[in-house]
């Protein structure tokens, strides 16, 4: 084994080995942004709820759509898109804000990037609750096995956004501009995935949603529960990113963990 790969390695297990601190740590600050409040963090699932009927009303009234047809794909799309553009726009500026920190504390470069993930996962779990009023409301015929598969698709995206944002970190450590080059494109990504949509729904050829690496995630999850299992060769492009990416990540961290507090 090569010494990146093994020195990346020793920053992941210290990482894990850390785990119960980074659950605290994002669970704590997601009750300190609503500290006094009455509702506390459940205002990120007020918030969700609003735009899910907002949006949820307008696109029905403006196209004609099907409400019972309509409304659990946009809840299910909508949370799953805050859940995963929120840990990629984050990612980029995380190492450059925990400056300070790196510079004095000798703690694992991954220990820092992963901690956005999971505070935006606590945030996807409260709006978790969005997606089964709305089920329940307008159930769909999901079954078992697709239950499964919109599980499976859920644990390879968190792996997934788990490599990617220690990536960007890095590279947003590394390159200033890229914070502010990933904050003027998701709006324009939004568009594009199928969050407003499902990808059966548009007139025109489909193949370009494919080059969106937001389309993967959504579909994997959303589809089997609205009943529908997608292409088995979405879970496997989930598979083999994850795999690459972690291979990646390791070489990464392991080769240029030493250098953070020159670049930040």
């Not at 009927?53 to 409400?67: H, K, Q």
């Not at 489909?206 to 389309?215: E, G, H, I, M």
Request: glycine fraction near 6%; hydrophobic fraction near 55%; aromatic fraction near 12%.
């Amino acid at each position: 084994m090569s010494d990146p790969l093994r020195r990346g390695l020793h920053d992941l297990t210290r990482t894990l080995q850390r785990l119960p601190v980074i659950l605290y740590f994002s669970w704590t600050d997601t009750k300190a942004r609503y500290i006094r409040s009455v509702l506390g963090p459940f205002w990120l699932v007020l918030g969700t709820l609003i735009g899910v009927i907002g949006l949820g009303v307008l696109w029905t009234a403006l196209l004609d759509m099907n409400a019972r047809e309509y409304f659990p794909s946009l809840a299910i799309g909508l949370v799953l898109w805050q859940w995963v553009s929120g840990c990629v726009s984050q990612a980029p500026s995380t190492l450059v804000q925990q400056g300070p920190v790196i510079r004095n504390i000798d703690l694992p470069a991954t220990f820092f990037c992963f901690g956005p993930v999971i505070g935006q996962t606590v945030t996807f779990v409260h709006n978790l609750i969005i997606v089964l009023l709305v089920l329940i409301v307008f159930p769909p015929n999901t079954g078992w096995a697709n239950l499964v598969l919109s599980l499976l698709g859920l644990m390879l995206t968190f792996v997934n956004l788990l490599w990617v944002s220690t990536a960007l970190a890095f590279a947003g450590a590394r390159f200033r501009d890229l914070d502010p080059a990933v904050t003027a494109v998701m709006p324009l990504l939004f568009f594009l995935s199928p969050v407003l949509f499902r990808v059966h729904q548009l007139p025109i050829n489909a193949a370009f949603v494919w080059l969106n690496p937001f389309s993967y995630p959504i579909t994997a999850i959303r589809e089997p529960l609205l009943g529908t299992p997608p292409d088995p060769l979405i879970y496997l492009v989930l598979a083999v990113s994850a795999l690459l990416g972690w291979l990646s990540m390791v070489w990464l961290v392991g080769s240029h963990g030493k250098r953070l507090p020159f670049w930040i």
